[in-house]
């Protein structure tokens, strides 16, 4: 089993549609998650994290998590062209020094 | 604020070679991590240091790869041989120190062993 699993897409919405990424995860320990965006031939760049659970707001962006389920999400509100990447998923590991795990990423394709 | 620099951008050599690449990590920033980046895949921490000092290297290939950090700013990540499956981007990040904080990755410098 993967430390970090996403599904590898492509996923494609149509423009103005929600599009929904997800996550899981093996370490029961993790305590804060971290969306990272990725375009094709860049480097990633943070979107948002999340160490409560439940739903976090920021912008078009709402990351979800449920600790119990070991599930976290996120959602795309009023998807746009320019948000096709690849959408890295990290939880922290346990323990300090802030280790990121990070998953394989699912492709986000959105057409006009 | 500038970012995170690394140099070269791109690198392509002859398996059994030797490569380093070098990162400046944000001005001020005590911690430093080197990824690897295989295609298709997420980054792997390869080493991460804390300072001048070394926190994690659990995977990093000894054997061949070695890094250092001599003045606690910027770092060299070094491959000696390399071999066809180092072929991949080297991404350097850095974050404020250890604790809970974001990491800022560098533009990657992509390497290809022929």
């Known amino acids: 089993q993967k430390e970090v699993e996403q599904n590898s897409g492509p996923l494609s919405v149509p423009e103005g549609a929600i599009a929904s990424l997800n996550c899981t995860y093996s370490?029961?320990?993790?305590?804060?998650f971290f969306w990272y965006r990725q375009y094709s031939g860049k480097s990633p760049e943070l979107i948002m994290f999340?160490?409560?659970?439940g739903d976090k707001e920021d912008g078009r962006f709402t990351a979800q998590l449920n600790k119990a389920s070991q599930y976290v999400s996120l959602l795309i509100r009023d998807s746009q062209p320019s948000d096709s990447a690849t959408y890295l998923c990290?939880?922290?590991?346990?323990?300090?020094?802030?280790?990121?795990?990070f998953g394989a990423g699912t492709r986000l394709a959105v057409h006009p | 604020e500038a970012g995170v620099a690394q140099s070269p951008r791109y690198k392509i050599i002859e398996k059994r070679q030797s490569v380093a690449f070098w990162c400046n990590p944000i001005?001020?920033?005590?911690?430093l991590y080197w990824y690897q980046q295989i295609l298709g895949q997420g980054p792997k921490l390869l080493i991460q240091?804390?300072?001048?000092?070394?926190?994690?290297d659990s995977q990093l290939p000894k054997d061949r790869f070695s890094a250092e950090r001599l003045k606690g700013v910027d770092s060299t990540l070094k491959i000696q041989p390399a071999k066809l499956e180092d072929s991949a981007v080297y991404l350097c990040?850095?974050?404020?120190?250890?604790?809970?904080?974001?990491?800022?990755f560098g533009p990657g410098t992509r390497l290809l062993v022929l």
């Open positions: 990040a850095s974050s404020p120190g250890d604790r809970e904080e974001t990491q800022y």
């Open positions: 001005s001020g920033h005590a911690t």
């Open positions: 240091f804390q300072n001048n000092g070394v926190v994690d």
């Open positions: 990290a939880p922290r590991r346990p323990g300090g020094y802030n280790k990121l795990i």
């Open positions: 370490d029961r320990g993790s305590q804060s």
């Open positions: 999340i160490y409560s659970n």
